[in-house]
């Protein structure tokens, strides 16, 4: 068993050998299958339960990348891809590893976290695998409910810290890894070891669940705070940007967060939500709650920005809609899960205003230019509007 070993050298070879499945082929799985093949594993299969998307893989087609927005990666992960074998849970042979990648978002209707994707990748791959490691987020104490569920198999917890559009190589990013045994801890360790240049192992899988949370809870706090502080920078008279610049010019102790529209994604306005659900009542956690209250509360002061903005140019602008540039849910992504431009454009469809978009990747900004009274630039990308004439700008990074 490779548990046994601990020289280094051998445990690479070994663990190369193992046989690996990577459950959830979407922005975490379909990258870490690749990651792994990159990296000299030889043995691996990915799973997912969308057959459309299964198929579309075998097929060599580009269903199951175009979440990757540019061209040039979507190119490189079919390339990569291709000649991995994948399959639906239930075709899968048994594996030695099983990395969970499904999504984990909130109950529909509530602010309560949606487990059911997880449960249902494990209760597939239980009689199948050895040693099943989490990637996907969870709430505090999930993976160790899950060991007392299935005492047979082993469970880690490695989440996944990717920031995509960044443009970071993932090998840079530490990675944390933990597990419910200290002999599975190890073959974690190995595993992640041939991926990311450091790997920190928690002593616990709980203390990697809140670390997790932590981070993504860190983020949604200082996101809030930075428009709060915003507002009062432009109720004072001043450029927020300027504040946050010039403070970002002391070496320690800061960290710059820009004004914006709010977090869009499916972590930052969800994972406070797994972090709050483990928390008693309401008075622990009272800055998060508040974080989150105003974060989801953003979009309708820039809705008030932009309605003001609009009313401001009736007969200059009559007949022409309002048009929001940036769909995904930061610059650089098309994904539009929790899309704060998606969310904009209801609110100002509901009130009857006409509204057109951009999507990811569109370049045709300056011919729409002409149609609109009003552009709302959700990331700051859109540069040299300012004439008189042109239709007026709000910038929500400003
Ligand atoms: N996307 C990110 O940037 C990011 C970053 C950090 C952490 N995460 C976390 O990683 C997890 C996955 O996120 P994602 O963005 O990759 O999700 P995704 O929606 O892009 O992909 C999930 C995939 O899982 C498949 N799936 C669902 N149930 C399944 C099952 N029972 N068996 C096999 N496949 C199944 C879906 O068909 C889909 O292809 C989530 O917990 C998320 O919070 C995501």
């Not at 990717?162 to 530490?174: F, I, M, N, Q, W």
């Not at 801890?185 to 450091?198: D, F, N, P, R, T």
């Not at 932590?214 to 300027?242: K, M, S």
């Not at 009313?311 to 929001?324: M, Q, V």
Request: hydrophobic share 45%.
């Amino acid at each position: 068993m490779l548990y046994q070993y601990h020289d280094p050298l051998l445990l690479e070879v070994l663990v190369k050998d193992l046989r690996i499945a990577v459950v959830g082929l979407g922005y975490v799985g379909l990258p870490l299958l690749i990651g792994l093949k990159k990296a000299g594993f030889r043995n691996l299969v990915g799973v997912d339960v969308d057959e459309g998307k299964i198929a579309d893989i075998r097929a060599g087609g580009r269903q199951g990348y175009d979440s990757f927005g540019r061209d040039e990666d979507m190119q490189a992960y079919v390339r990569g891809v291709q000649s991995t074998p994948v399959s639906t849970p239930a075709e899968l042979d048994p594996v030695d590893i099983a990395i969970i990648c499904v999504p984990t978002p909130l109950e529909k209707g509530s602010t309560y976290p949606d487990h059911s994707y997880v449960l249902a990748a494990v209760e597939s791959m239980a009689s199948k695998a050895n040693l099943i490691i989490l990637e996907s987020t969870v709430a505090p104490g999930f993976t160790e409910s899950l060991q007392d569920m299935y005492p047979l198999v082993k469970f880690a917890f490695a989440p996944e810290r990717v920031s995509p559009g960044t443009g970071r190589d993932p090998k840079e990013c530490a990675k944390v890894v933990s597990a419910t045994d200290p002999v599975a801890l190890v073959a974690v360790q190995a595993l992640y070891g041939e991926l990311h240049e450091e790997v920190h192992a928690a002593s616990s899988t709980t203390v990697a669940e809140l670390t997790k949370l932590l981070e993504n809870c860190f983020r949604a706090v200082n996101i809030a705070f930075a428009n709060e502080f915003a507002d009062l920078a432009r109720y004072t008279g001043v450029d927020p940007r300027e504040v946050v610049e010039l403070a970002s010019t002391k070496p320690w102790g800061f960290m710059p967060f820009w004004p914006s529209a709010g977090p869009g994604g499916h972590c930052i306005p969800v994972d406070p939500f797994f972090a709050l659900s483990a928390a008693p009542g309401r008075s622990l956690m009272r800055v998060l709650h508040q974080a989150v209250a105003s974060n989801r509360d953003r979009v309708h002061q820039i809705a008030e920005i932009v309605l003001a903005a609009f009313d401001a140019r009736p007969e200059e602008f009559a007949e022409k809609n309002i048009l929001i540039a940036g769909m995904g849910y930061k610059p650089g992504v098309d994904d539009r899960r929790e899309s704060r431009g998606e969310a904009l454009a209801e609110i100002l469809r509901n009130k009857g205003l006409p509204v057109a978009t951009l999507e990811f990747g569109d370049r045709d900004l300056h011919e729409r230019i002409g149609d609109a009274a009003v552009i709302v630039d959700m990331h700051g990308q859109v540069i040299g509007f300012d004439e008189p004439g042109w239709p007026a700008k709000v910038d929500c990074t400003a």
